[in-house]
């Protein structure tokens, strides 16, 4: 064979369409709230959810009223003082695994669904979001009859009622980091689901059915912004647990002060990425990719600002870029699908301005070639390179797939490039030397440091931030103390 005769290597992969089936999820063309446990209508006006790849509604949703707020408070009241406040902890642990065991027998309709809902693609939904919450269940619920040997002081109680408000970007994920715990340790729960995400919390609430978990342990008010308010106002809730925006738990925190409620807050986040020219660079390419465009960027921890030591920085950036080229973006549903669709219009529109602000402040936008759907709320993945950190793409949270590079030349420098943030929820440190990583990870002020990987979870491991990130902490043993009167924090 001559040279001229040698195929040419393919530069590109293309890939027929692997969709996966929507016919698995039933979806009613409206739905009620979840009280005392039964579905009812709520009093205020009904609001629409829209699936953000195609724009299609999916369905009409109760908007909880104050007094729909009332209601569910008193039932949960009413089941802790009645059945699941006085239940031997070993039968509420057996609620919690079953509940665990029929998520993951609907894992597959739970997946479609949070797709459908939120945008998101189904690789990760099915793979990430879906196992990761039944997984929260079966964790939470070894621990339901062992909280006296946890370490947590004699004989920890129960706070009362929980009120819980929840985010978008990880609907059923963040349900399950919120109500697992709450119960386990003998609470009962009235939760809000973020308004443009609500259909997976439906779907719990029949699962709650189904385990035949007592009415009132579990209550699901749908609705926005003033009904998560009446939920964390009301007068008879003991317990606060809002994941959200730093703006909204700013808020939250001056309506719960000096009142008796105990409060635990997981706020926004502007993670640095730290790679040093001794790391492998491929292997720290998958991670850049992973930390930035895991879920659109629609991640609090997401590895959003990357410094790169500079003598690496070219070498990174155009590895990067070849990489990120390779991304497909489109049909959620897709199996095939890298990123899914930002969740709404506003979020769209809050991430064209900040990138726009991007370009005006001198930082150089990059984009792959990339062919976005017509329908639906897209954004591009990007890259922003020259950033300083007084950029507001380098201070502020985009949520979306918008990574912002800065350099540095020494370890010091990365540690206050690092920490130069009002947030501190995560980190990243990339190095081939151990005692690096051990030494770097001191210095660095943020609730979670992952070394040579990144947005890696799991139920043990607890989770939350520093500053303007929040407090108290989700997961793990520390995270049952938020739940627990009289625990040790320690
Ligand atoms: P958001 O603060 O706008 O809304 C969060 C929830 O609060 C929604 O359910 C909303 O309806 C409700 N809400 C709005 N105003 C309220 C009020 N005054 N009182 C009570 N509830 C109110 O946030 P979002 O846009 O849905 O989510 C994105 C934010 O969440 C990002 O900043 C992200 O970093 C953060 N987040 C943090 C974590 C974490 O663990 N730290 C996890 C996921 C998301």
Redesign the pocket.
Known sequence: MTASTVPSQPTRFEYAPAPESRSIVDIAPSYGLFIDGQFVDGTGEPFKTVNPATEEVLTEVSSGSAADVDRAVAAARRAFTRTWGPMRPSDRGKYLFRIARIMQERARELAVLESLDNGKPIRESRDVDIPLAAAHFFYHAGWADKLDYAGLGPGPRPLGVAGQ??????PLL?LA?KIAPALATGNTVVL?????TPLTALLFAEICQQADLPPGVVNIVT???????????HDDVDKVA????????R??AR?VAGTRKSLT?????KAANIVFDDAPIDQAVEGIVQGIFFNQG?????GSRLLVQENVHDEVIASLQRRISTLRVGDPLDKNTDLGAINSA??LARIRELTDIGDAEGAQRWQPACELPEKGFWFPPTVFTEVSPAHRIARD?V?GPVLSVMTFRTPDEAVAKANNTTYG?SAGIWTEKGSRILKIADQLRAGVVWANTFNKFDPTSP???YKQ??YGR?GGRHGLTGYLKGANHS
């Open positions: 408000v929840i985010p978008w970007n990880f963040m980091w809000k689901p973020a308004e443009t609705g926005a912004g003033d009904t998560g308010r009446a939920v964390v106002e809002f994941t959200g925006s730093t703006e909204v738990g808020a939250i309506a807050l997981e706020l926004g986040g629609h991640v609090c921890c997401a506003e979020q949270e949520f929820l989770f939350g931030g990130s929040g989700e």
